[in-house]
């Protein structure tokens, strides 16, 4: 498994973005304002055959190749009583 995302943050995304079973969304390298300038940006999409996919409570999370290095080992968790949103990425540390 290249990243690991939570099921309450699935959850997170199929409420937000009204995501249903068998839907994609692409994880993607974005330049922001912060400590490192990179962030990860998602949005609904279909992944192609050579995209890196993991699928995780129905919902396909996919990544364009050139885009592997920036997910390697990333963790996304989301505590739905604190509203609190953890992204780990190790690329970027």
């Not at 050579?50 to 990333?74: R, S």
Request: glycine content about 8%; some cysteine.
């Amino acid at each position: 498994m290249m990243f690991s995302i939570t099921s309450p943050v699935v959850k997170l995304y199929k409420d937000e973005l009204g995501l249903k079973q068998g839907d994609g969304l692409q994880l993607f390298c974005r330049y922001a304002g912060s400590e490192s300038g990179l962030c990860i940006g998602v949005e609904k999409g279909k992944p192609t055959e050579e995209d890196y996919v993991q699928e995780i409570d129905g919902i396909h999370f996919y990544v364009k190749p050139h885009e592997v290095w920036f997910v390697e080992k990333m963790s996304m968790d989301y505590d739905d009583i604190d509203e609190q949103f953890t992204i780990n990425l190790p690329s970027i540390a």
